[in-house]
């Protein structure tokens, strides 16, 4: 049945600028693909092949039985591209229209529907599945075929994304989608999902499943990870290892996905000091644990009295087992030493240990015990320290040690500060920027000296005031040792067998060793006498050197001099090196040996100021010779 000859007009110059081509004929395209609309059907996909003109479904309108025959060769392609909807005949060819009175070039009576398709606008409802279509069509397609898989392809794709809740700024060619935003997710699943996925050219499968492991995330682990509680009947040292790994895991994800990982360091930081507490309160109850900081403990004792507890052995989980009655045992591990009691104590308790860093080292020197923490404890890069310093450790060769609780923080400095007071030793910087120690005592020794200042090189020399607590000088110094942490009196928890040099022991902070000049009382109206200082020496001996120290330096009454000489000749020493000193000043008539203790350098400016503390003067009146003072 053909039209009437009103729908005809125009198809000529639809057809050329519509879909690029001289086919000819009286039927337009609405007619030639006419009632294809299966599965997701013509009437989306290729919606504007036609003009908009409602077909029904048959071929050819306006044309013989030859042409309809001849143009059923092609329904079956397009038909099982779009659906299937008819069946039959070979596709390839749109077939020839051999009886269209204006068809006059036999070279354009046959189109290949590939080329149709290449060259055809095709358009849909679905916003997305448009985009797809205009964006994702491969442009090297030698088939039919290829156009209906990339068609069904993009189809999936695009109601994929859609039901992700994904905005795409690209369908990819190749099959992947390029993430622009997600339009369903808020808060802190948006922000990880932006964060991990915008820009990044995925296939949908791997979309959806990096959105699900990034869901999984936020809206479980880390809601799980920040209510977790500490139970079970795991090893509360082990569960917090595991627990540490875990947590610090999270917490860097939780920062790769944009989101605030330290909420989870602080819930670690929380449960381990919950679980702590627990633990202690647990076993207050019945025994008692001690967490010592070195690696063994070497005895307990009760209320000041030692040998009433004895050695249980070391265990591989403290809280498997109670220890016998009477004894007590001992975990170890990257955690510290654990210590356990098998029976409650009647008295407090007291624990000797001694032990190893983690490396193993197991140093005895005070400067050697300072320079292992500081390397091993805070990390300190071992550039830093100076390459003289092991050498350096006999100007102090002295037994130390410290005790901190972990109740505060303790920074490298004040393990520098309490290692260190009143040992009349200070860590300084050197010219090359390391660090080194150095020892301020009174010396005699010339040999020394690394630089010589007088009037050729001093420019103006200053004298200047000592701090009111070395000046008057001092006529006593009290140094302590055995520093005790835990003063017992009797009464206040001592075991009743406890003997008498042990209860003198923990009675009191210290014991002093003293250096004294009674004539410095006679010299001078009111000299000072500091209160006793506490250190971290562990023997009496040591101590009296440090305190004999003390007197004879600051019992001669040093000067301190402001010396200001050329800025290149200031290089050439460090903080804490000796050098030798003479100049028209009363006290520096003669040469003098001093150590430089500060230095001022102003920017800009050709000098410096050395701050220099005299050591050694030589008397007035002793001749020289040619070379340096006549001592003979």
Same mark, same amino acid.
């Given at each position: 049945?053909?039209?009437?000859?009103?729908?005809?007009?125009?198809?000529?110059?639809?057809?050329?600028?519509?879909?690029?081509?001289?086919? /000819?004929?009286?039927?337009?395209?609405?007619?030639?693909?006419?009632?294809?609309?299966?599965? /997701?059907?013509?009437?989306?996909?290729?919606?504007?092949?036609?003009?908009?003109?409602?077909?029904?479904?048959?071929?050819?309108?306006?044309?013989?039985?030859?042409?309809?025959?001849?143009?059923?060769?092609?329904?079956? !392609? !397009?038909?099982?591209?779009?659906?299937?909807?008819?069946?039959?005949?070979?596709?390839?060819?749109?077939?020839?229209?051999?009886?269209?009175?204006?068809?006059?070039?036999?070279?354009?009576?046959?189109?290949?529907?590939?080329?149709?398709?290449?060259?055809?606008?095709?358009?849909?409802?679905?916003?997305?599945?448009?985009?797809?279509?205009?964006?994702?069509?491969?442009?090297?397609?030698?088939? !039919?075929?290829?156009?209906?898989?990339?068609?069904?392809?993009?189809?999936?794709?695009?109601?994929?994304?859609?039901?992700?809740?994904?905005?795409?700024?690209?369908?990819?060619?190749?099959?992947?989608?390029?993430?622009?935003? /997600?339009?369903?997710?808020?808060?802190?699943?948006?922000?990880?999902?932006?964060?991990?996925?915008?820009?990044?050219?995925?296939?949908?499968?791997?979309?959806?499943?990096?959105?699900?492991?990034?869901?999984?995330? !936020?809206?479980?682990?880390?809601?799980?990870?920040?209510?977790?509680?500490?139970?079970?009947?795991?090893?509360?040292?082990?569960?917090?290892?595991?627990?540490?790994?875990?947590?610090?895991?999270?917490?860097?994800?939780?920062?790769?996905?944009?989101?605030?990982?330290?909420?989870?360091?602080?819930?670690?930081?929380?449960?381990?000091?919950?679980g702590f507490a627990s633990q202690l309160d647990t076993l207050r109850q019945s025994d008692l644990s001690v967490q010592a900081r070195y690696q063994t403990a070497t005895g307990d004792d009760e209320g000041g009295f030692a040998g009433g507890i004895a050695f249980g052995g070391l265990v591989a989980d403290l809280y498997a087992q109670s220890p016998d009655p009477g004894t007590y045992q001992i975990q170890r591990g990257g955690t510290g030493t654990w210590i356990r009691l098998g029976t409650r104590p009647v008295y407090g308790i007291t624990v000797d240990a001694v032990g190893s860093f983690p490396s193993g080292a197991t140093p005895q020197n005070v400067l050697d015990i300072l320079r292992t923490m500081l390397l091993e404890d805070f990390v300190l890069p071992e550039a830093y320290i100076d390459a003289q310093w092991p050498a350096q450790s006999p100007l102090a060769p002295w037994r130390a040690g410290w005790f901190w609780d972990g109740t505060e923080t303790v920074t490298g400095q004040d393990v520098v500060r309490t290692l260190l007071s009143g040992l009349a030793v200070s860590i300084v910087p050197t010219r090359s920027g390391t660090l080194r120690p150095v020892l301020l005592a009174a010396t005699d020794d010339l040999t020394s000296a690394t630089l010589t200042l007088d009037t050729s090189v001093i420019t103006d020399i200053q004298s200047v005031s000592l701090d009111a607590s070395l000046s008057p000088p001092t006529w006593r110094w009290r140094m302590g040792w055995q520093h005790n942490f835990t003063v017992q009196t009797a009464g206040s928890g001592l075991h009743p067998q406890a003997p008498a040099d042990r209860q003198a022991l923990i009675a009191i902070a210290d014991r002093n060793a003293v250096w004294s000049d009674a004539s410095l009382r006679m010299r001078w109206r009111v000299p000072n006498d500091p209160t006793p200082i506490v250190t971290a020496l562990a023997a009496s001996q040591d101590a009296q050197t440090v305190a004999d120290l003390h007197g004879s330096l600051w019992g001669a009454h040093p000067t301190l001099w402001a010396v200001t000489i050329p800025l290149e000749l200031s290089w050439q020493v460090d903080l804490g090196d000796t050098v030798t000193m003479r100049a028209p000043v009363p006290g520096l008539a003669n040469s003098c040996l001093g150590v430089v203790v500060a230095e001022h350098v102003r920017a800009g400016d050709a000098t410096a100021t050395l701050q220099i503390l005299t050591l050694w003067n030589i008397p007035d009146g002793i001749p020289f010779g040619d070379f340096g003072p006549n001592l003979l």
């Open positions: 049945m053909s039209p009437e000859p009103s729908s005809l007009g125009g198809s000529t110059s639809w057809l050329s600028s519509g879909l690029k081509t001289n086919l /000819f004929g009286t039927a337009t395209v609405g007619n030639l693909l006419g009632g294809i609309g299966g599965g /997701f059907g013509i009437g989306s996909a290729l919606s504007g092949i036609g003009g908009g003109t409602k077909t029904n479904g048959l071929i050819g309108s306006g044309v013989g039985a030859a042409a309809g025959a001849a143009a059923g060769s092609f329904i079956p !392609v !397009v038909g099982t591209m779009l659906g299937g909807l008819i069946g039959g005949g070979d596709g390839g060819l749109l077939g020839t229209v051999r009886d269209d009175k204006n068809n006059k070039d036999k070279s354009l009576q046959s189109v290949s529907l590939t080329d149709l398709l290449k060259q055809a606008t095709y358009s849909t409802s679905d916003a997305t599945f448009q985009q797809a279509l205009q964006q994702g069509l491969p442009s090297d397609a030698t088939s !039919v075929s290829d156009y209906a898989t990339a068609i069904a392809n993009l189809k999936t794709m695009a109601d994929t994304v859609d039901q992700l809740g994904v905005a795409v700024s690209k369908f990819n060619s190749d099959g992947t989608v390029t993430v622009g935003s /997600f339009t369903k997710a808020t808060g802190d699943l948006k922000t990880a999902l932006d964060t991990a996925l915008d820009g990044k050219s995925l296939s949908t499968s791997d979309l959806q499943t990096q959105i699900s492991t990034i869901t999984t995330f !936020v809206d479980t682990t880390m809601p799980e990870l920040l209510k977790a509680t500490v139970s079970g009947q795991q090893s509360w040292v082990d569960q917090m290892a595991a627990l540490k790994q875990t947590y610090e895991a999270a917490a860097s994800q939780a920062n790769q996905y944009g989101l605030d990982g330290t909420q989870l360091n602080a819930k670690y930081q929380s449960l381990y000091d919950q």
